[in-house]
């Protein structure tokens, strides 16, 4: 697959086209975009966490729903309207209040659908703490793959 975004193309679309995403500061950031794969950091702050200092379950999904989609943006290029179809989300282990690094690979990507999975690790402790896979529909005017 060759890479249609970088990261800053990929950050400028955010801001552009979901500038809800990191309305209340820069807490979802690509960090890096391949062939395949983009990855992903979130510097939590309060409204992140839930009770006990942990990363919240719904901000770990926005996680893996974001990068996911960065990811299939990084390979077909600026493409607003791929929608996710299913997420699947697996909490292995309790993420601590700081940053958490995903992950995106893509595991197949076809003209009208995507599949991706989705790691997400501890950015203090690199263990896993959760695995999402996602399948998103591409509208039908998305270039060929």
Known sequence: MAIAMDVEALTSFLEREFPQVNAEGMAFTVTDAGDGYVSMRL???DRHLRPGGTVSGPTLFALADIAAYVAILAQIGPVALAVTTNLNINFLRKPESGPVD??????????????????????STSE????ATATYSIPPHAPSQ
């Open 43 to 45: 510097d939590p702050s």
């Open 102 to 123: 995903a992950k995106a690979t893509i595991l197949k990507l076809g003209k009208r659908l995507a599949v991706v999975e989705i790691s997400m690790t501890s950015g």
């Open 128 to 131: 896993l703490v959760a695995h």
